[in-house]
């Protein structure tokens, strides 16, 4: 668990398809420097948010670590686009004296949306982004967060439908401190909607359906017994 509030930002120093190493695992891993601030208290197997993405610590040094990633989760974000030198968010993961100065950050990426426009606003920025899979637009409201490369941001807007889109501004200082602020047209951004707003889909969704495993569901029960007790009352 994170909270979106970006620690220090990392920086690419390999990226193997095919690490045969212990800590590779035969798969592709991705070695990241200029982060010693953030090493002092990491120990192997730890969980790190890397641009949004939970992943594990599988090898570490004072100033660099490594982790592997999985075919999923390249498929799932942007980080198969990395290479040296390419600059990453970086948050550890929460302890029980963590500032939520954010939201609460699954590290779980749901989809890569694509900068389509970015416009100074004064010295703020606002960025309009184009979700890769439009139906996690629905997660996405006026005011509420969004997850864009791990930082915690506010949306400023939404358009639904199949080429919808959502905006976020950024103030001067939070250009300076995340990855996005580098970033321009054309560019992709892993996002992670919020997770509440799934729980409640799923939740309104069960009543609406009326039953689950058999049983008549909540709601069906009490329009039930309001008709019922509508009827007795005639």
């Known amino acids: 668990m ?5 620690e220090t930002i990392g ?42 993405t939970c992943l594990t610590i599988t090898a570490l040094t004072p100033t660099t670590f490594k982790v592997g990633i999985s075919p999923e989760t390249l498929r799932r974000t942007n980080l198969s686009s990395l290479r040296p030198s390419s600059p990453l968010n970086l948050e550890r993961a929460v302890s029980a004296s963590t500032r939520m ?31 890769r899979d439009a139906g996690v637009l629905r997660y996405v409201v006026e005011k509420g967060y969004v997850t864009l490369d791990g930082a915690s941001l506010t949306v400023t807007a939404v358009a639904d439908g199949a080429a919808g889109w959502f905006e976020v501004m950024l ?29 409640v889909e ?3 969704r069960g009543y609406f359906e009326g039953r689950e495993g058999g049983e008549m569901g909540v709601l069906e029960r009490m329009v039930g017994r309001m008709v019922e007790e509508r009827l007795r009352g005639r």
């Open 202 to 204: 799923k939740s309104v």
């Open 2 to 6: 994170f909270t979106g509030i970006v």
């Open 101 to 131: 100065g954010g939201h609460f950050v699954q590290g779980h990426v749901d989809t890569v949306a694509t900068v389509v426009a970015r416009t100074p606003d004064g010295n703020a920025v606002t960025y309009r982004l184009r979700p």
């Open 171 to 199: 103030i001067a200082y939070t250009q300076e401190r995340v990855v996005m602020g580098g970033k321009g047209v054309g560019a992709e951004v892993n996002v992670e909607v919020d997770m509440v707003g799934k729980y």
């Open 11 to 52: 920086t690419v120093s390999a990226l193997e398809t095919h690490d045969e190493t212990s800590s590779g695992g035969g798969g592709t891993s991705l070695t990241i420097s200029d982060c010693g601030p953030i090493l002092s208290d990491a120990h192997l197997g730890d969980s790190i948010s890397i641009n949004g």
